[in-house]
């Protein structure tokens, strides 16, 4: 694979997943220009997550069907339209319904992975999606204090416009430098979307992988969707861009994404099994450090550390596994993962709102150790009862 090609997947994957996060630095001044509270803008993430999911379901499964280059070239442009369309939102339940479409069309990042998983040989499988899965999470991180700068600087809307443009340049891009590429499958639309159930009722492993990697993912969309609505208060009353700026702290996740890809490149079964049973342990680490030590900075940023690297560690080594089971089915597969992934950030979301409005942080820690603890009591469950299941 080219350099340029590579660099261009790598900036595709950080751009597209950026646009579900850069809403959450700037959700209290959403609140602020609608004069609303904290409950009602906080369906903001969590329809961009839910449209997030549905787009997987309904456009990811088309990577086996379709010329791949054509299909992300067209959902980059699409993507684009609704950002745009954000921009211009006159009221918060049309941005709300906006928010819903944008997290449905900015799914390039899945169809990527496994394109470009068919593109390296197999040995270097793991390292291809450590590398892909390390742009993704700076992109996470990076929409946050863009999201926050932009947003303090301008207002809210700018952030939107500013993503649509990019959505526009990545996909001029991507007809000059991504390859062409046609899958085998000459199933039709309806029976790739059937097929997903088979791939759900007869692969255990999928299941696992799925529902652990939800609860994480969930765990860690409890913490960001209300980091906003702790930092802007005492003890720590900072602004928007101080907010966006606290997404910085997760930079170790990026840096450890292509070690842990090669090390799921020369392990078994077993080791891929004993990452994410170790990210488990990390995502309750993580929350112990900030039920204890939550109103203390550096509780909040070692708390954010281990919990990125416990969510992007399990996610690296459940996608090489899934990846294995069927290599012609990858992009179902993938869309299989990725909407319980999502799914569980929109579960997260709402859980987490809630318990802040319950009781605040408190209540946040503990919806987060929750669904860790779904997670956890899955992932040693013994695999006989998990199958009868």
């Known amino acids: 694979m080219k350099p340029q090609t590579s660099w261009l997947m790598?900036?595709?994957?950080?751009?597209?997943?950026?646009?579900?996060?850069?809403?959450?630095?700037?959700?209290?001044?959403?609140?602020?220009?609608?004069?609303?509270?904290?409950?009602?803008?906080?369906?903001?993430?969590?329809?961009?997550?839910?449209?997030?999911?549905?787009?997987?379901?309904l456009f990811v499964p088309l990577g086996d069907q379709v010329e791949q280059r054509r299909l992300i070239v067209i959902m980059l442009l699409v993507t684009s339209v609704t950002l745009f369309a954000a921009a211009l939102s006159p009221n918060l339940n049309t941005l709300i319904l906006i928010s819903f479409a944008i997290?449905?069309?900015?799914?390039?990042?899945?169809?990527?992975?496994?394109?470009?998983?068919?593109?390296?040989?197999?040995?270097?499988?793991?390292?291809?999606?450590?590398?892909?899965?390390?742009?993704?999470?700076?992109?996470?991180?990076?929409?946050?204090?863009?999201?926050?700068?932009?947003?303090?600087?301008?207002?809210?809307?700018?952030?939107?416009?500013?993503?649509?443009?990019?959505?526009?340049?990545?996909?001029i891009a991507s007809t000059q430098l991504l390859p062409k590429y046609q899958p085998k499958s000459k199933l039709s639309y309806g029976a790739l979307l059937r097929s997903l159930w088979e791939l759900v009722k007869f692969q255990p492993a999928l299941r696992e992988a799925s529902l652990i990697q939800a609860m994480l993912f969930g765990a860690f969309s409890v913490f960001w969707s209300t980091l906003a609505f702790l930092l802007t208060r005492p003890p720590y009353s900072y602004g928007s861009k101080a907010v966006g700026l606290f997404g910085l702290v997760g930079i170790a996740g990026i840096l450890v994404a292509p070690l842990l890809g090669q090390i799921t490149d020369r392990g078994t079964a077993k080791t891929l099994?004993?990452?994410?049973?170790?990210?488990?342990?990390?995502?309750?680490?993580?929350?112990?450090?900030?039920?204890?030590?939550?109103?203390q900075l550096w509780g909040l940023i070692l708390g954010s550390v281990l919990l990125n690297l416990s969510s992007q560690g399990a996610l690296i080594a459940n996608q090489v596994k899934i990846y294995s089971l069927d290599p012609n089915a990858r992009s179902r597969l993938n869309t299989v993962f990725m909407v319980a992934t999502f799914l569980g950030a929109s579960l997260g979301s709402v859980v987490g709102t809630y318990g802040w409005n319950l009781m605040q942080w408190t209540g946040v820690c503990m919806a987060g150790l929750g669904l860790i603890g779904v997670a956890a009591i899955w992932f040693w469950l013994p695999r006989t009862q998990q199958n009868q299941n």
């Open 10 to 57: 790598a900036l595709i994957c950080a751009f597209a997943v950026a646009n579900l996060y850069y809403n959450q630095p700037i959700l209290a001044m959403i609140a602020q220009s609608f004069h609303v509270s904290a409950a009602e803008v906080g369906w903001i993430p969590t329809l961009t997550q839910l449209g997030y999911a549905s787009g997987l379901l």
């Open 103 to 171: 997290g449905a069309t900015t799914i390039v990042a899945q169809i990527l992975i496994p394109f470009a998983t068919q593109l390296a040989p197999p040995s270097d499988q793991g390292k291809m999606i450590g590398n892909l899965m390390s742009a993704l999470f700076v992109g996470i991180l990076l929409a946050r204090p863009i999201g926050g700068w932009i947003g303090e600087q301008f207002n809210w809307r700018g952030i939107y416009g500013m993503a649509g443009s990019v959505m526009v340049l990545l996909a």
């Open 273 to 295: 099994r004993s990452i994410v049973g170790m990210a488990i342990f990390g995502a309750i680490a993580a929350y112990s450090i900030f039920w204890q030590w939550g109103t």
